[in-house]
């Protein structure tokens, strides 16, 4: 007889505190680093409490240097460590993109495998909570273009927690996206204890027969309103989640395609080389003559992201993904 595994209801930010205290818990090399993540608890709360329950040479509180702190987060990683670095938002992290892409995703390939950087570095992103210039942006493509980091980005609270532990168990670097929208938006069951979600596998959030609609991430829930609202116009929608943007799972997105034969796309991002492009290349390649309508993208504009009285306008909504799905079904 097996025993009922006890859950906690918590909402995203909730549970990924949960998975890093899960970790420090049961790995002494994992640390967590960043500005204001220790007494403060980091901007969004995420961290709070740790510093005071591991101690402040676990959860270290950073000067205001990305490119700095990634860097000893690096020389860390390849020395026995595995740490767990947040950027405050996003569009913070540019100043380190040169320790990102010049050392952490090249080193398993530059040492041929002798030297690799396990290393985690959380990044809050996207809009729709009315946040300042630069804290908004969803440029998640900047890093999927780079092999060496994989790219993961949780809509809900039992994928983050599950994905923030396989990050940090991974031997390679991962940028860990975390939707701000999603944060505190719902809550749900979520495993006390040690579990993963693996990366580089998507999660088929509805079944439907009629049209895929492919998203992550603060869109998911998007996605599966529109996918409700079509419903009751006859009309049966799947609602894929790809949770790992790199690698990304070629196989749902085959397999759903393959059944439907019309396809949305759905990201906040700008659609100019973005994520959506992998995706219509996929389907180009695995799927091009089950096809019954041109991939629709719904997506944000190549501006940068607006001031908050304008959000609402860029971001996708289920009334833009209803109009994508109407063109596919009439084609």
């Not at 995706?279 to 091009?288: G, L, R």
């Amino acid at each position: 007889m097996q025993t009922a595994v006890k859950t906690n209801t918590l909402t995203m930010v909730q549970a990924i505190t949960d998975g890093l205290d899960t970790m420090l818990a049961a790995d002494e090399n994992v640390l967590l680093m960043g500005e204001d993540i220790g007494l403060n608890g980091g901007v969004f709360r995420a961290t709070e409490g740790l510093q005071e329950k591991f101690g402040e040479d676990r959860v270290i509180d950073t000067p205001l240097s990305e490119a700095g702190f990634v860097g000893a987060a690096i020389g860390m990683a390849i020395n026995g460590f595995r740490p767990v670095v947040e950027i405050q938002f996003l569009g913070f992290i540019y100043p380190a993109y040169e320790q990102i892409m010049t050392h952490a995703s090249r080193l398993r390939a530059r040492t041929m495998g002798h030297f690799t950087a396990p290393m985690v570095i959380r990044a809050p992103y996207g809009a729709g909570v009315r946040a300042p210039e630069i804290h908004s942006d969803s440029t998640e493509a900047i890093f999927t273009h780079m092999p060496g980091i994989k790219v993961v980005c949780p809509s809900n609270p039992y994928d983050a927690k599950g994905l923030m532990i396989a990050a940090i168990e991974d031997p390679d670097p991962v940028l860990f996206l975390e939707p701000m929208r999603c944060y505190r938006s719902v809550r749900e069951e979520v495993p006390e204890g040690k579990y993963t979600v693996e990366i580089g596998k998507g999660k088929r959030c509805k079944e439907g027969d009629d049209v895929s609609i492919i998203a992550w991430g603060a869109m998911i829930p998007v996605a599966l309103e529109a996918a409700k609202q079509m419903e009751t116009k006859g009309i049966s929608c799947e609602v894929i989640d790809l949770r790992s943007l790199y690698p990304i799972d070629k196989d749902i997105i085959s397999e759903s395609v393959q059944k439907t034969g019309r396809t949305i796309v759905v990201h906040e991002a700008h659609a100019a080389t973005s994520v959506s492009g992998d995706v219509m290349a996929i389907i180009n390649d695995t799927s091009f003559l089950f096809q019954k309508a041109p991939v629709e993208r719904v997506t944000g504009f190549d501006v940068p992201v607006p001031y908050f009285g304008f959000e609402d306008y860029y971001l996708p909504t289920s009334k833009r993904i209803i109009a994508a799905i109407e063109r596919v079904m009439k084609f």
